[in-house]
């Protein structure tokens, strides 16, 4: 942490006056308000609107920001959530469908959290653009699922993008290619903040251009923003106005995230007669999630609680798969009516996320945001739904690519789900080397994707390729090491192997 930096919070946390840390609060305050107006100012008159709503939401968090003190969770009143707050989704199920499911899905709208970009597996523009299985998309999946509803049920389920100002452009570019499929495309854009220095806690833009050397002062404040931001676009009132009642939002990335009629008809008939407002879909912590937030009871209401929130001494009993044994899959219920009124009553309260980050030339700053699960708290009547691990099947990393792309799923409009040829309906661990980690790459070392039904464990290292019809069976562990090279053989079938050193295949 900066000097600065250190000594504002270190002046919080002492138990000096209140005066003082008031005076000095008001100070940063009053600064920020002078350099946000100068922003303001260098705004063309048809962004002036905008901008003005932007900045004025980014003045509200930096306020919370100066006010907060410490962790904002206290450790010890943190309780496991009861028994009832959270069913198991084989209950919600058992109760069936409706006669009319179109009626239900009449009610719903679709929200993809649309605002990234592909740059962690190596790619330019929207991270929805890249291609998944047999040359879709994720958003070619997302149409095809939500369009797939329509046809099947006679319904108008729309779909709505939160975009960024990252992905906004090359989105709407794309948009047009799905003009005469069955589904209606909204689009609305995330807020854009700006970066603070860390040292100073100024913004670092000086005019409100995004390009050129400003391109990195600029940030979409995480998918927390999506409460206002859809306020602010007019869209949620003119949805509620089409009789639209729930949203179903979730990760454009997560490949599980598809609509369940069982969850939308226990949210439209509620068994007792009391309307859920929000629901989470937890589901079963592993190894690889012990970082991802996780439901509790903190004052008598349902929370999420986010590794960044956890006072240090505390971390490791976060991440105990024992304690906490369910994390949030990020996919969400929520009543839109709701949405309106604690949007109206400016009551929808999330902890803020500090997030520091290293501009290219070398500058460290901070990004506040917050995220969307975090206002469970805000609503009534809320809980959490035990998925099962099938609906949380995200995308992160080309490790994850080659899972989704290979025989272990099937394709089904839009939707993957498990082979049944695969005995245990477990998935296969896969870790693969950073030679691996840019799409372009990944797909050149592959000549086509192995067979996968019977493998359970998956490390490569190395400069490593794959021929065709390579079939991979329980562990296998392929390692070449610095300056050496393994290509597997097309028709190979490696079996519980460890391949190590060098293996060339040179045509003659």
Known sequence: MSSFAQDFSKAMSQAGTSQFQEAVRQ??????????????????????????????????????????????????????????????????KARGLPDSIASVLNKLVVVKLNGGLGTSMGCKGPKS????????????????????????????????LMNSFNTDEDTKKILQKYS?????????????????????????????????????????????????????SGLLDSLIGDGKEYLFVSNIDNLGATVDLYILNHLMNAPNGKRCEFVMEVTNKT??????????????????????????????????????????????????????????????????IVNPKTLYGGLNVIQLETAVGAAIKSFENSMGIKVPRSRFLPVKTTSDLLLVMSNLYSLNAGSLTMSEKREFPTVPLVKLGSSFTKVQDYLRRFENIPDMLELDHLTVSGDVTFGKNVSLKGTVIIIANHGDRIDIPPGAVLENKIVSGNLRILDH
């Open 180 to 232: 005469h499929s069955r589904v209606k495309i909204y689009t609305f854009n995330q807020s854009r903040y700006p970066r603070i220095n860390k040292e100073s806690l100024l913004p670092v833009a000086k005019d409100v251009s995004y390009s050129g050397e400003n391109t990195e002062a600029w940030y979409p404040p995480g998918h927390g923003d999506i409460y206002a931001s859809f306020y602010n």
């Open 129 to 160: 653009l890249i291609g998944v299985r047999n040359e879709n998309t994720f958003l070619d999946l997302t149409v095809q699922q939500i369009e797939h509803l329509n046809k099947t049920y006679n319904t108008d389920v729309p779909l709505v």
């Open 287 to 352: 190894r690889a999630d012990v970082k991802g937030g996780t439901l509790t009871q903190y004052e008598n209401k349902l929370r999420l609680v986010e590794i960044a929130q956890v006072p240090k001494p505390h971390v490791d009993e976060f991440k105990s798969v024992s304690k906490f044994k369910i994390f949030n899959t990020n996919n969400l219920w929520i009543s839109l009516s709701a949405i309106k009124r604690l949007q109206e009553r400016n009551a929808i309260d999330m902890e803020i």
């Open 27 to 92: 100070e940063l305050e009053d600064s920020m308000k002078v350099e946000l107006d100068k922003i303001l100012g260098t705004a063309p008159q048809y962004e002036l609107e905008h901008t003005k709503k932007d900045l004025e939401g980014f003045k509200k968090l930096f306020h919370r920001f100066l006010q907060e003190k410490g962790p904002s969770v206290d450790w010890g009143k943190i309780q496991r959530p009861p028994e009832e707050s959270i069913q198991p989704y084989e209950k919600i």
